[in-house]
């Protein structure tokens, strides 16, 4: 299809993309046990995973930009063919193609320097003056999907659960889990645990035949509910527990030395999750896992990692000077539970990554140790989610009975 896309105009396409993106929506609800999805989740799984979707492309979407972009590189030599370019008749195939695209372009507001000219006059200059540059396409959707992502978000009131998860969706490495190959144990998610995550990250119901969590609380109304249950903070222990494991695997492969669970100082019982022995200066780091969709965090999820920066600023103030008086340094590990993670956590990848060059680790299992730790992450907070939901599900269906 990416071929018929390039050299097919989208007028004679249409019918067999319409098709091919059909068949491709029917397997993906097959493969996820998804009897329908809403017209914005529908949407949302054809923008990339970088804006929040699955990169499930839709043909019919991507033609028109396909199509005009493998003319706009092949017209140079097309051009020899054409005796003049002042007016050409309307009903030339490949005239009358072109303004289909352009009538499509018109959609969209392109910045300036874009490869889409401003008509199909200006288009004919242009192509004569300039050779249209290698991933004209690319440009041009980014643009589209750009434009997609933000019309899905404003359907959604201000400040609610959903804009929450549309935003968090688009942090860094929230899609990773979407994009790593499986070549190592921890980059692993089972069918039921794919399908979970999947319905999370698309915000819809987790389980049909379950319309009320143990907590009373609806399930129809905050599909997503599960994750900030306060009825289940046993299996958000677990979820927790999985994830400092990863960070203490990943660390003492790189050659650092761990200390789990140690005393912040001797004032209190307060712990940390991990001591890290660095070369130049130890650092203790503690985990949170935030979901962005809690009334709590909702209102300053709506901007970008706003729920992480919260749970940063929250445990800084707990521990972090208590741990400079000790001479150590603090990172506050902080998960959205979409995948975004705080600039803190980030901070310690990045530490551990450093660490590990100078121990000469540079990679892992053939992954930049900062790469691998990011996606190591991203599985077992997804599997983690699942898990949670799960038993959530379980818990909720024995209240019933």
Not at 104 to 116: A, D, Q
Not at 166 to 181: C, E, I, K, N, R
Not at 266 to 293: K, M, N, W, Y
């Amino acid at each position: 299809m990416n071929y018929w896309s390039r050299t097919t105009s989208p007028s004679t396409l249409a019918s067999a993309a319409r098709c091919f993106d059909q068949l491709v929506l029917d397997t993906f609800l097959q493969r996820n046990n998804l009897t329908s999805i809403s017209d914005e989740a529908r949407a949302q799984l054809s923008l990339p995973v970088r804006d929040g979707g699955f990169g499930l492309s839709s043909v019919a979407l991507v033609s028109p930009a396909a199509w005009y972009s493998g003319f706009a590189q092949a017209f140079s030599t097309i051009r020899t063919l054409i005796p003049s370019l002042n007016d050409l008749p309307d009903n030339i195939p490949f005239v009358k193609s072109l303004s289909q695209c352009f009538t499509f372009f018109s959609k969209y507001k392109f910045p300036k320097g874009s490869p889409v000219s401003s008509d199909i006059q200006h288009f004919w200059t242009d192509s004569e003056q300039k050779k249209y540059p290698a991933g004209a396409q690319r440009l041009i959707m980014t643009v589209i999907y750009k434009a997609r992502a933000a019309a899905i978000l404003i359907k959604f009131p201000r400040n609610s659960a959903n804009r929450a998860r549309l935003t968090a969706v688009t942090a860094p490495f929230s899609g990773s889990w979407l994009t790593t190959p499986p070549t190592d144990p921890l980059f692993y998610l089972p069918d039921a645990h794919f399908s979970l995550a999947t319905r999370i990250r698309l915000g819809l119901s987790l389980f049909e035949d379950v319309k009320r969590c143990i907590c009373g609380a609806s399930t129809l109304e905050t599909p997503l509910h599960f994750l900030s249950c306060k009825f289940l903070n046993a299996s958000r222990i677990i979820r927790h527990d999985r994830i400092v494991q990863v960070i203490a695997r990943v660390a003492r492969l790189s050659g650092v030395t761990v200390h789990l669970e140690p005393r912040i100082d001797g004032e209190d019982r307060s712990r940390g999750d991990g001591h890290l022995f660095f070369h130049a200066q130890s650092a203790i780091f503690d985990t949170l896992v935030i979901d962005p969709c809690a009334k709590s965090y909702v209102k300053g999820a709506q901007f970008l990692l706003g729920a992480a920066t919260t749970g940063e600023t929250r445990k800084s103030d707990l521990y972090g000077e208590r741990c400079r008086q000790q001479d150590y340094l603090f990172f506050p590990v902080v998960l959205e539970s979409f995948g975004g993670m705080g600039v803190r956590g980030r901070d310690l990848i990045m530490k551990i990554d450093d660490e590990g060059k100078l121990n000469g680790v540079r990679h892992i299992h053939g992954m930049r140790i900062k790469t691998f730790l990011q996606r190591a992450i991203a599985f077992s907070l997804q599997s983690g989610n699942a898990q949670l939901a799960i038993h959530g599900s379980k818990r909720s269906r024995k209240r019933l009975d």
